[in-house]
């Protein structure tokens, strides 16, 4: 049995390939994964994948996510749209480790034109591998939501 919740994954034709071969790195790695799309390398449209990505990470019906597309930047625009989704490009594994300890990413974004594969495997490695730190971070998240209870962005600083 797997031993970790399932991830989602999803791409654009311009991330297939690299979806494909982080689909068998997870599962190699013992996650059981959802692959939202595309099961082709035909020419579709980012943000038909990233949406239903997206809003399964924002409900909380999945805890993470991984996208891919030519930059990361068409995915990570399009699933930061939602509440409670923290969509980080990475491009190296130590972007996306810092993505993980400070920003608490919720999705992983890859370039998938600017990485290669064995450095793919890495940078999500990395974000799976590494905790999120809490305590300031935890704050600053919290402003990024604007949370009421714990969000101080009116208050005046000394
Ligand atoms: C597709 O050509 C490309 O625009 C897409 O993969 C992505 O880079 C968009 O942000």
Redesign the pocket.
Known sequence: MPSHPPILIAS????FELKEALEAELKSLGYEVDDLGPASDA?ID?ADFAHPLAARVSSGEAERGVLL???????S?TANRYPHVRAAVAWTPEIAALAREHNDANVLVL???FVGTEEGKAILKAWLDTPFAGGRHARRIAKIERDATTDTSTEEKP
């Open positions: 654009d034709h311009a991330g020419s980012y597309c030519g930059t990361g930047l068409g995915m625009y370039p998938a034109r």
